[in-house]
Each structure stands twice: as C-alpha cells, then as structure tokens.
C-alpha cells in the first residue's frame, strides 16, 4: 500500500510541476485523476467498503472518497456539513442520485447504521459513492477554490491580502492543491465558530495565519507543513 502511495505523490507531483512549466492555473485531467487516487487512498485506504464509514466517537456518518459528513435529522452541526452539498453538486453535473437518498439521512444512530450495513439499499449506495469518484473529486476542488473568499470574510482587512497571498503560494506548489484539501478534510476551513476549542482554532485559515511566507514561493508547501 505505501508502494502505491509513494508512487501516485510522484506522479502528482510531476504532473502539477509540468502543468505549472506550460502556465496553466487549472487542473488537467491527469492531474484529477490522480488527486482523486490520493484522496480515496488517504480517506479510504483504497477500500469500497471506507467509502460509507459512522465512527465509534462521531454522531454523524461520513461517505465519499473525501468523507464528507451527512448529519442525522435534528443533531447539533459543529462541524459543515458536506453530504449533502455533494449531492447537490452530482444533480447539477446529471448525475442520477439513488431516490431514497433524497428523503434524508436513514440512519438516527450509529447503531442503526450497523444494523443496516447489509441491506441493499448500503451496496447501492457504495457503489454509487465508488462510480462517481471523479465527480466527487471535482466538489472537493471547487470547495477548496471558493474557500478563499470565506476566509476573507472572516478576518480584518489588514490581514487579507497576506492570508490570499499563502493560499495561492500553497497552492501553486506540486502537491500544494493537495495538502489544502487533506487540511480541510482533517481540521476544517477555520471560518465556524463551533469547529473551535475554547476560543482557538486549527482550521485551514489558522494555519495560514501562523505560517510564514517566503521569498522563494516554491517553498510555499514547507512553511505550511
């Protein structure tokens, strides 16, 4: 498994460094395709049955290659929920969703999700999640590019343009597109009040507040690590 790892980081790698060398801004397909390996092997360990996981110490399930979270009716949301703006985003491409996903979240509990685990209605889902991999890594793109503007939103002028500026050195370096997706998938945009901890944030939007930005921007990616 690590075999794989490594070689799909190198292949981002050299294929972003090549798309920078041509001057283009905008993903390849290549460049896609191989981000939507990296991701569901780092949230799914390449595995079907990890794309539709409910956690012993979360209230909520988390599906897809990018585990978005999809909340039970009426349960407390400190945490965006994701789910369900993928599938809005599948309805808007023409993708056809499963009919029953549309009535909400069948689960109210962990327990009930265990219980549902061999029902058909679970394998239909799982490979629906598994054929529109490359529709799901377009969402976590386009929500990493319109995260900008609501982390600018969120803090003094005097501080935006330095917190634009690493956003877009991150992002311009080989493998800088996905660290901000797999820091947002870990910790969050850093723009909700409920996703802080007395006060303090871990969030994308702290990380680029702390770090330091460099002469050489091609070093964009250490000094956010």
Same mark, same amino acid.
């Given at each position: 498994?690590?075999?794989?790892?490594?070689?799909?980081?190198?292949?981002?790698?050299? =294929?972003?460094?090549?798309?920078?060398?041509? @001057?283009?801004?905008?993903?390849? =397909?290549?460049?896609?395709?191989?981000?939507?390996?990296?991701?569901?092997?780092?949230?799914?360990?390449?595995?079907?049955?990890?794309?539709?996981?409910?956690?012993?110490?979360?209230?909520?399930?988390?599906? @897809?290659?990018?585990?978005?979270?999809?909340?039970?009716?009426?349960?407390?949301?400190?945490?965006?929920?994701?789910?369900?703006?993928?599938?809005?985003?599948?309805?808007?491409? @023409? %993708?056809? %969703?499963?009919?029953?996903?549309?009535?909400?979240?069948?689960?109210?509990?962990?327990?009930?999700?265990?219980?549902?685990?061999?029902?058909?209605?679970?394998a239909?889902?799982?490979?629906?999640?598994?054929?529109?991999?490359?529709f799901? *890594?377009?969402?976590?793109?386009?929500?990493?590019?319109?995260?900008?503007?609501?982390?600018?939103? =969120?803090?003094?002028?005097?501080? #935006?343009?330095?917190?634009?500026?690493?956003?877009?050195?991150? &992002?311009?370096?080989?493998?800088?597109?996905?660290?901000?997706?797999?820091?947002?998938?870990?910790?969050? &945009? @850093?723009?909700?009040?409920?996703e802080?901890l007395?006060?303090?944030?871990?969030?994308?939007?702290?990380?680029?507040?702390?770090?330091?930005?460099p002469?050489d921007? *091609? #070093?964009?990616?250490?000094?956010?690590?």
């Amino acid at each position: 498994m690590r075999v794989i790892w490594i070689a799909l980081m190198l292949l981002f790698f050299y =294929s972003h460094a090549y798309a920078q060398q041509a @001057g283009k801004r905008e993903l390849t =397909s290549a460049e896609l395709a191989c981000l939507q390996k990296l991701v569901y092997f780092n949230e799914c360990s390449g595995k079907p049955d990890r794309l539709i996981i409910w956690s012993e110490d979360e209230d909520f399930p988390s599906l @897809g290659i990018g585990h978005f979270i999809w909340y039970p009716p009426n349960q407390p949301e400190p945490y965006r929920e994701t789910f369900p703006q993928l599938l809005v985003f599948l309805k808007e491409k @023409g %993708v056809a %969703v499963p009919a029953w996903i549309n009535s909400g979240l069948p689960w109210t509990s962990r327990e009930d999700f265990l219980k549902d685990l061999e029902n058909p209605r679970m394998a239909e889902l799982r490979v629906f999640l598994l054929k529109t991999g490359d529709f799901q *890594t377009q969402f976590i793109v386009q929500r990493i590019e319109q995260l900008l503007p609501k982390m600018l939103d =969120s803090v003094p002028k005097e501080k #935006k343009i330095a917190i634009a500026e690493k956003f877009y050195a991150v &992002e311009d370096t080989p493998n800088g597109m996905f660290a901000l997706i797999d820091y947002v998938n870990f910790k969050g &945009e @850093g723009t909700a009040l409920t996703e802080r901890l007395e006060g303090v944030g871990w969030g994308l939007l702290q990380v680029l507040e702390e770090m330091n930005l460099p002469e050489d921007r *091609t #070093k964009a990616l250490e000094e956010f690590v």
